[in-house]
T-cell receptor, first 114, second 117 residues
Framework: AQSVTQLDSQVPVFEEAPVELRCNYS??????LFWYVQYPNQGLQLLLK??????LVKGINGFEAEFNKSQTSFHLRKPSVHISDTAEYFC????????????FGRGTSLIVHP | GAVVSQHPSRVICKSGTSVKIECRSL??????MFWYRQFPKQSLMLMAT?????????EQGVEKDKFLINHASLTLSTLTVTSAHPEDSSFYIC?????????????FGSGTRLTVV
C-alpha cells in the first residue's frame, strides 16, 4: 500500500520569503501526486498535480512542486509567500491500477508572519 | 468547475441523538462520493465510499451501523451519525469524483464540524 510522509507539521515563515513544504511517498507501483490546500473550516482545494511528463509542476497561487522519483519526493515550493497563504497543506498520492482514491499525509501548517 | 455543497457547516448535538450531514454535487452527477473524517491537526481518513443505488463500502475499523451512508440519487449522499457520543466529535468532509475522471477529479465539500455534548 502507498503512504505519504510530510516531514514538517508546522512551517513558520515571514511574508515575501520563499518556502518549501516537504513530502515523501512510498509505493511499489507508479504514482500520481497531489498537493491540496485547506483554509480553516473549509474543504480541500487542489493546488497542483503530477500525473506524468515534466517533473516540475506549476499550480495555482504561484506554487510549484518537483517530482523526484529517485528520492520519492514531491516537495512544494513558493518563491515569495503572502499572508493569505497561511493554511494547512496536504500532500496526497494515488496509485495506478487501483481505485485512484488518494491517500493523504498528515498535513503541514504554513504560518506566514507579517 | 465542479462544486460540492455540504451542509450543515457546523452542528452541535446532545449525546445519544443522531445527526445527518448532506453532500450534494451541484452541477454534475456523482455516481461515487467519499466521506472523510479529520481529527484536529491530522490528515483526512477515508471512512467510506458511497455508491449511488448500492450499499456503501466502509473502510476497516469504521462502524457501518454508527455511520449510516445513503446515496439515493446521483447528486446527493448523506452521512448519519447515529447515537452520537463525544468521541464522534470531528470534522467530516465529503468528496465527489467528477464525471469522466478517475485519477484526480475529486472535488471536496467545505466540511461539517460536529460537536457532541
Amino acid at each position: 500500500a502507498q503512504s505519504v510522509t510530510q516531514l514538517d507539521s508546522q512551517v513558520p515563515v515571514f511574508e515575501e520569503a520563499p518556502v518549501e513544504l516537504r513530502c515523501n511517498y512510498s509505493s511499489s507501483v507508479s504514482v500520481y501526486l497531489f498537493w491540496y490546500v485547506q483554509y480553516p473550516n473549509q474543504g480541500l482545494q487542489l493546488l497542483l498535480k503530477y500525473l506524468s511528463g515534466s517533473t516540475l509542476v506549476k499550480g495555482i497561487n504561484g506554487f510549484e512542486a518537483e517530482f523526484n522519483k529517485s528520492q520519492t519526493s514531491f516537495h512544494l515550493r513558493k518563491p515569495s509567500v503572502h499572508i493569505s497563504d497561511t493554511a494547512e497543506y496536504f500532500c496526497a498520492v494515488s496509485v495506478s491500477g487501483g481505485s485512484y482514491i488518494p491517500t493523504f499525509g498528515r498535513g503541514t501548517s504554513l504560518i506566514v508572519h507579517p | 468547475g465542479a462544486v460540492v455543497s455540504q451542509h450543515p457547516s457546523r452542528v452541535i448535538c446532545k449525546s445519544g441523538t443522531s445527526v445527518k450531514i448532506e453532500c450534494r454535487s451541484l452541477d454534475f452527477q456523482a455516481t461515487t462520493m467519499f466521506w472523510y473524517r479529520q481529527f484536529p491537526k491530522q490528515s483526512l481518513m477515508l471512512m467510506a465510499t458511497s455508491n449511488e443505488g448500492s450499499k456503501a463500502t466502509y473502510e476497516q475499523g469504521v462502524e457501518k451501523d454508527k455511520f449510516l451512508i445513503n446515496h439515493a440519487s446521483l447528486t446527493l449522499s448523506t452521512l448519519t451519525v447515529t447515537s452520537a457520543h463525544p468521541e464522534d466529535s470531528s470534522f467530516y468532509i465529503c468528496s465527489a469524483r467528477s464525471p469522466g475522471q478517475t485519477i484526480y477529479g475529486y472535488t471536496f465539500g467545505s466540511g461539517t464540524r460536529l460537536t457532541v455534548v
